[in-house]
């Protein structure tokens, strides 16, 4: 038997795939014959095409055999990829412990560990915007000052819970958009706030009740748009509560979170990364990118909540966008 022909066998299916492209076992034919032609990621790129197209599950048992295998295929050359990587970066005088956090999640999105997770707004979508998960605190001038007011703050919150009126209502009402997975939250408690200001449009009377509260938000580049920002909520998620994973409207603000109450068990994603709420340190976020949150402790956890511009947004940008946005 002759030396077997990888080039040709592979242009044979290359053009095979011209009059089928949505041939799943095509591509995995392909992405067989360059893994074992040493064309590990050629062979990537074919495995990484039969599953996308595989993802509307509509597809036989054979197909799904296919499939499987171009799953596990993917995994293994994915292994020895990252591992030949790793393995450069340390001869190189990068050992894996010494990587900073940003380049290490990198190679793990590039081994298919981790999710590539991107800005993907709800509602409306600004370009040329990065989607980053959390934002370091330290480069926003006025966090300091809100963290500052954490105490006050808490004080004026454990003063309103010890009038007894609780005032706190579901965050999700019937009328409110939310991804399906949250729908069980409808009207329930176990996600509720109360409300300083909603969309832009401020509750004066629960002002009066939080002045500190107010004044230190006012610190912060609040989005001031009557009918879209800012909103300002103190925010309650009851023991056992979990809010799934959602994108948010906008990526032209930013979401703070000031924990207050904050028992253990509790945790918060965005995309990639798991955070634990600290009292009195604040979070920022893009919320466009998707995040869930968890409270498995045995007591209520109250965060404050507040949305700012993006920092990279410009001053006309921002006169566009309130223009826009205006009700």
């Given at each position: 038997?002759?030396?077997?022909?990888?080039?040709?066998?592979?242009a044979?299916?290359?053009?095979?795939?011209?009059?089928?492209p949505?041939?799943?076992?095509?591509?995995?034919?392909?992405?067989?014959?360059?893994?074992?032609?040493?064309?590990?990621?050629?062979?990537?790129?074919?495995y990484?095409?039969?599953?996308?197209?595989?993802?509307?599950?509509?597809h036989?048992?054979?197909?799904?055999?296919?499939?499987?295998h171009?799953?596990?295929?993917?995994e293994?050359?994915?292994?020895q990829?990252?591992?030949?990587?790793?393995?450069?970066?340390?001869?190189?005088?990068?050992?894996?412990?010494?990587l900073?956090?940003?380049?290490?999640?990198?190679?793990?999105?590039?081994?298919?560990r981790?999710?590539?997770?991107?800005?993907?707004?709800?509602?409306?979508?600004?370009?040329?915007?990065?989607?980053?998960?959390?934002?370091?605190?330290?480069?926003f001038?006025?966090?300091?000052?809100?963290e500052?007011?954490a105490?006050?703050?808490?004080?004026?919150?454990?003063?309103?819970?010890?009038?007894?009126a609780?005032?706190?209502?579901?965050?999700?009402?019937?009328?409110?958009?939310?991804?399906?997975a949250?729908?069980?939250?409808?009207?329930?408690?176990?996600?509720?706030?109360?409300?300083?200001?909603?969309?832009?449009?401020?509750d004066?009377?629960?002002?009066?009740?939080?002045?500190?509260?107010?004044?230190?938000?006012q610190?912060?580049?609040?989005?001031?748009?009557?009918?879209?920002?800012?909103?300002?909520?103190?925010?309650?998620?009851?023991?056992?509560?979990h809010?799934?994973?959602?994108?948010?409207?906008?990526?032209?603000?930013l979401?703070?979170?000031?924990?207050?109450?904050?028992?253990?068990?509790?945790?918060f994603r965005?995309?990639?990364?798991?955070?634990?709420?600290k009292?009195g340190?604040?979070?920022?976020?893009?919320?466009?990118?998707?995040?869930?949150?968890?409270?498995?402790?045995?007591?209520?956890?109250?965060?404050?909540?507040?949305?700012?511009?993006?920092?990279?947004?410009t001053?006309v940008?921002?006169?566009?966008?309130?223009?826009?946005?205006?009700?």
């Open positions: 038997m002759g030396e077997r022909d990888f080039a040709v066998e592979e044979e299916l290359s053009r095979m795939l011209e009059t089928e949505d041939s799943i076992g095509r591509h995995v034919e392909l992405a067989d014959l360059r893994a074992q032609a040493g064309k590990g990621n050629l062979a990537r790129h074919s990484r095409e039969a599953l996308r197209i595989a993802d509307d599950g509509r036989f048992s054979e197909i799904q055999r296919k499939v499987s171009a799953r596990a295929a993917l293994r050359i994915e292994t990829l990252d591992s030949k990587r790793r393995a450069t970066l340390a001869e190189r005088g990068f050992p894996d412990d010494q900073s956090p940003r380049f290490r999640e990198a190679l793990e999105i590039a081994a298919g981790l999710k590539r997770y991107e800005s993907e707004p709800t509602d409306f979508y600004f370009p040329g915007l990065p989607a980053i998960q959390f934002f370091e605190t330290a480069q001038a006025w966090g300091q000052a809100i500052a007011a105490p006050a703050i808490l004080e004026e919150l454990q003063r309103e819970l010890e009038r007894g609780d005032e706190f209502r579901a965050y999700l009402q019937g009328h409110s958009v939310s991804p399906e949250n729908k069980k939250l409808r009207g329930k408690r176990d996600w509720s706030v109360l409300s300083l200001c909603e969309n832009g449009w401020v004066t009377r629960a002002v009066e009740r939080f002045p500190r509260t107010w004044q230190a938000i610190n912060a580049p609040l989005p001031a748009v009557y009918g879209w920002g800012p909103t300002v909520v103190l925010s309650k998620l009851a023991p056992g509560a809010i799934a994973a959602h994108n948010g409207m906008f990526n032209t603000r979401i703070c979170h000031l924990p207050l109450v904050v028992p253990p068990g509790c945790r965005v995309g990639n990364e798991v955070r634990e709420w009292e340190e604040l979070l920022i976020f893009d919320d466009t990118i998707e995040h869930e949150a968890w409270n498995d402790g045995s007591e209520d956890r109250v965060i404050l909540i507040f949305d700012v511009w993006r920092p990279e947004l001053e940008e921002k006169s566009e966008l309130s223009a826009l946005f205006h009700v």
